[in-house]
């Protein structure tokens, strides 16, 4: 693939890194706009809380690389600062930032809902673009295969072809940032006009995610290794409770509805 774009002189840009940061900076913006746009966040907190998040997110991604690679990283510990080299955990990510969500939700006395479902889109449209970064980075690659779309990496012998699993990923995560979208724009409504006083978007996405990485992940050569079967039982877990979440949000909105 292209694990280097182009040079910037002697420095060499690393696809990898620049599109998982076009992926953050994009989720960074979307969010902000989203929290104050259209669930009504002060600007000064929102910007205050996706600092927090974003943190969160960063750390929660690095460590469960580090886990999951532990035999690299426990080697070589200076390669934890290399976050251009690759090694970032979408699951832990995710987990992490979400629990930063929730305490900064407690404390600020904001309700969660709010704050993850302004994040929802903009979470699924960051895997969307930065797991091309990986397809040209060349890592999270896929098992031998002879479907028709196989691709061939360059560090394999000719004639090997694998699944292109970063795409199954990108492609997956963007039907699901469609679904969140069109879910929002003819189901839910903004502001006032809002139907459902509670999360929907948000365990949408943790459960869809979920099931995109229950049914993608053992196509990797990596499938087997002790961080993705980590990872595999937190995703059933995940989308079972993403479903009683979703539930209990429609039965809210149903109580609503009797109420009036």
Known sequence: MYPVLFHIADMPVHSYYLLWTAALMVAVTTTRSRMTRIYGIEDETARVLIIWCFFGMLLGARAGSVYDSWHLYGADPVRILRFWEGGLSSVPAFLAAGGVAFLNSFFRKIPFWKIVDAAAVPAALTVAIGRWGCFLNGCCTGIRTTVPWAVHFPGDPAGVFRHPTQLYYAFGALLITAVLQWTEATKLGHGEDRRIEGAVLCPIFTFSYSLLRIFADPYRVEF?????????????FVAAASLLWLVHSLLR????????
Do not use: A, E, S, Y
């Not at 087997?224 to 059933?236: E, K, M, S």
């Not at 909105?253 to 009036?260: A, E, M, P, S, T």
């Open 224 to 236: 087997t290794r002790i961080g993705l079967q980590t990872n595999r039982n937190i995703l059933f």
């Open 253 to 260: 909105r149903k109580r609503c509805i009797r109420n009036l």
